[in-house]
């Protein structure tokens, strides 16, 4: 079960997404991996790898066939998690950033999208990891920023499985993806992953064996089952020097204007899918339906799917939407065939969809 934004044809471009591939699974890659999941030689993968190291965006460890590579730092510390708090990492972190790229700090949408994520995904790995140590990266390249923030805890998707008693990973990534999902909700909202998400040009986090990825650039959100196995929780948060997204559009985007409550939410739907094909069990409707009573506000964008169920449109849009009355179950991205079960199923006076 996954979604991308279309399928590179070249060798350049296959090789390309198997290295971004490899590094969502771990920290070092081998010639070897990127030519199997790429599906070109040992020579083209071991040309384009050369490539990377010369520009500078990756570096090699080793010689000949114990080559491994690393994408390259421009600055990587390692704290204790014990008594760590966020917000003085940010600001030693700030510091760092000062000498390494002054620009940066200029730039002040860009300082407040920082701000925000970098601080939420470090607390993220204090408040839920369960692990020792957190590594903090950063990339800074001449056309975006990034950062990484990975720690040894158990995994984002295991936590959320365990704490809710969940059959799978994929059912807590469908969790996660709603926004307001925390496993200690009486210190958090659930919403930095969520905003964060949202405000950076692309968001990844790995774990155990699931990548899930959110492009703001195009659009999409992709999710997908890793090459190996990932131990604790890697978040990767890429944004352009350039970006005209500021934290307060992202609030008022998922905010009620005259409440200011965040009461707005959009789900993939095609995560919750079980099997190929075809939405056609009761089942799957309500995974999506659980813990969305705090919405007012919630779109279902059915990318990807083809045609749904009875059983499927009627416990989504007429129970849950009966037992929800204030909530708005909306509709896009879905075709005539979905739009028209749907309309037999709901109740009249319900939000119509696009």
């Not at 939420?120 to 990034?146: C, K, Y």
């Not at 958090?188 to 949202?198: D, E, M």
């Not at 339906?289 to 009875?310: A, V």
């Amino acid at each position: 079960m996954s979604r991308s934004s279309g399928p590179n044809t070249t060798a350049s471009g296959r090789i390309a997404s198997a290295i971004q591939r490899l590094f969502e699974s771990g920290t070092y890659i081998t010639t070897a991996q990127v030519a199997t999941n790429a599906g070109v030689t040992r020579q083209a993968a071991h040309s384009h790898l050369a490539k990377l190291v010369s520009s500078g965006e990756v570096v090699q460890e080793g010689a000949s066939r114990s080559s491994r590579y690393r994408r390259l730092a421009s600055s990587e510390h390692v704290f204790g998690l014990k008594d760590l708090d966020e917000n003085e990492v940010w600001l030693r972190e700030k510091r760092e950033l000062a000498i390494l790229d002054s620009d940066v700090l200029e730039i002040r949408n860009v300082v407040q999208i920082l701000n925000f994520a970098f601080t939420e995904m470090v607390n993220n790995a204090i408040e839920h990891s369960r692990g020792t140590n957190v590594i903090v990266r950063w990339f800074l390249e001449p056309d975006q920023i990034a950062f990484e923030v990975e720690d040894d805890g158990v995994g984002a998707f295991a936590t959320i499985r365990e704490d809710r008693n969940l059959a799978s990973d994929f059912e807590a990534l469908g969790d996660l993806s709603k926004g307001k999902q925390t496993t200690d909700p009486d210190h958090h909202s659930g919403l930095g992953i969520f905003f964060t998400s949202r405000m950076v040009n692309r968001f990844v986090l790995s774990a155990g064996r699931i990548t899930w990825i959110v492009d703001n650039e195009i659009n999409d959100v992709a999710w997908g089952w890793l090459d190996s196995l990932r131990n604790g929780t890697l978040v990767r948060c890429e944004i352009r020097r350039d970006t005209t997204v500021a934290p307060r559009d992202v609030y008022a985007k998922l905010s009620n204007s005259v409440t200011g409550r965040f009461d707005k939410t959009m789900i993939h739907v095609e995560i919750f899918k079980e099997h190929e094909g075809s939405f056609v069990s009761r089942t799957e409707a309500k995974a999506i339906g659980t813990r969305l009573e705090g919405f007012e506000e919630i779109e279902l964008d059915f990318s990807g799917i083809s045609e749904i169920g009875q059983g499927f449109a009627d416990q989504l849009f007429r129970v849950w939407a009966r037992e929800n009355p204030s909530s708005h179950l909306k509709p896009i991205n879905a075709n005539p065939a979905i739009l028209a079960m749907i309309a037999a199923m709901r109740p009249r006076n319900s939000v119509e969809g696009e």
